[in-house]
Nanobody, 128 residues
Framework: QVQLVESGGGSVQAGGSLRLSCAASGRTFSRYAMGWFRQAPGKEREFVAA????????YYADSVKGRFTISRDNAKNTLYLQMNSLKPEDTAVYCC?????????????????????WGQGTQVTVST
């Protein structure tokens, strides 16, 4: 089991940057593929970015590709999301999640059903 705690959210003007962190408990963080999701008011939770356990493969939603970068430091049990060129439509609660384990099937990274552990989330607000 793993517990996840996000930090780094806040308010920023359009064009600005934020770096989110997701601290994981336990000694098995390095075994988990990880993802970031976000949920805006009145909308469904949506995939943002994901990364395999080794960090060798990353995935991004089209809406954030080229602006956001997912990374991890397995020695520090921490997942990151660097967000640049932020837009008002990026406003949401951002959550990190750990994959349930096992084989990574096709499209695993974007399905909330593939993740067993979720953090509480951190609010990101981008103003014009």
């Amino acid at each position: 089991q793993v517990q996840l705690v996000e930090s780094g959210g806040g308010s920023v003007q359009a064009g600005g940057s934020l770096r989110l962190s997701c601290a994981a408990s336990g000694r098995t963080f390095s075994r988990y593929a990880m993802g970031w999701f976000r949920q805006a008011p009145g909308k469904e939770r949506e995939f943002v970015a994901a990364m395999t356990s080794s960090g060798s493969i990353t995935y991004y939603a089209d809406s954030v590709k080229g602006r956001f970068t997912i990374s991890r430091d397995n020695a520090k049990n921490t997942l990151y999301l660097q967000m640049n060129s932020l837009k008002p439509e990026d406003t949401a609660v951002y959550c990190c999640a750990a994959h349930k384990g096992g084989i990574l099937g096709s499209g695993w990274y974007s399905s909330t059903l593939e993740y067993d552990y979720w953090g509480q989330g951190t609010q990101v607000t981008v103003s014009t």
